[in-house]
């Protein structure tokens, strides 16, 4: 399994992108929900982008950072974007 890991960067355009890689579990939660708090309350991008193309599993309580973290971004006048890769359904 490989490990996870939290990318932080900087767009050209000013947008702040968050791109976790791996599987991203308990261990992560708390370091997520942290970096996901202080960009929105202390950084004020215009953009947060949530990259999650290359988490091929998320928790439940790091979706739950995740989802907070789009009202938090609407109560501090942030934008945030969630981008995740679609993967083909099973089939049977």
């Keep these: 399994m490989r490990a996870s890991v939290l990318e ?9 992108v ?3 890689h791996g599987v991203v ?5 708390v370091e997520l929900r942290q970096v996901l708090v202080h960009t929105v309350r202390r950084v004020r991008p215009l953009r947060l982008i949530v ?3 290359d988490v091929p599993e ?3 309580i790091n979706v739950g950072s995740v989802a907070a973290a789009c009202d938090l ?3 501090h006048q942030v934008a ?3 981008h995740i890769r679609c993967r ?3 089939s049977n």
């Design 51 to 53: 990259d999650l193309a």
């Design 25 to 29: 579990g308990l261990d992560k939660a």
């Design 80 to 82: 945030v974007f969630v």
């Design 73 to 75: 971004g609407d109560d």
């Design 8 to 16: 932080v960067r900087t767009s050209a355009d000013g947008s702040v």
């Design 58 to 60: 998320l928790d439940p």
């Design 18 to 20: 968050i791109a976790p």
């Design 88 to 90: 083909s359904w099973p």
